[in-house]
């Protein structure tokens, strides 16, 4: 998808920051068919991006450029977690996870040594919410069948019917 449409709002709980679901509702899914280093990978998602007011893709990608030389984003098992180091946008109602499918895996200096095939771009308002944000990432990232979804390439109708009915079950909604 290289543009979003409009689409339905992704499920919220009153009275929590967003979840996962709603955060990937808002950045959208892609497919990056470039990308023969992070940065490359990076400057062509960032450049794909529809971004909130305040935000234009030259500063973002230099956030996060500087956040993968201090060390590489790869968590491992095929997965980065690029972001910047500190908080790019005002509103909350305007963080994002961008999930970006890499055409062809990147070598991302993953210690697993596994190259890139997804990665799981965050973008968010405050320290706080980047912590619970990341904190969420990781927990479905540490289960094996959130990461068999994702080296499939699923459309992002599937990732966000996963990780709602995952968060719903959380919620006892």
């Not at 449409?5 to 919220?12: D, I, S």
């Not at 230099?62 to 968590?75: D, H, N, S, Y």
């Not at 098992?77 to 005002?90: C, Y």
């Not at 912590?131 to 094996?144: A, G, K, P, V």
Request: hydrophobic fraction near 40%; proline fraction near 10%; glycine fraction near 6%.
């Amino acid at each position: 998808m290289d543009r979003r449409e409009e689409k339905a709002p992704a499920p919220e709980f009153p009275g929590r920051p967003p979840g996962l679901a709603a955060l990937i509702h808002r950045g959208g899914v892609y497919t990056i068919p470039g990308g023969t280093s992070p940065a490359a990978f990076l400057r062509e998602l960032t450049q794909r991006l529809i971004l909130p007011a305040g935000l234009a893709a030259g500063p973002l990608l230099r956030a996060v450029l500087e956040r993968e030389e201090l060390m590489p984003t790869a968590i491992g098992q095929g997965i980065a977690l690029p972001h910047p180091r500190t908080p790019l946008l005002e509103s909350p109602e305007d963080q994002f996870v961008t999930v970006a499918f890499a055409e062809r895996p990147v070598d991302w200096n993953s210690l697993d040594g596994i190259p890139v095939h997804t990665a799981l771009l965050i973008v968010s308002a405050s320290a706080r919410l980047h912590l619970r944000t990341l904190s969420e990432i990781n927990f479905f990232c540490r289960q094996e069948s959130f990461r068999a979804l994702l080296s499939r390439r699923p459309p992002e109708e599937d990732i966000l019917r996963a990780v709602s009915e995952a968060e719903a079950s959380w919620s006892g909604a």
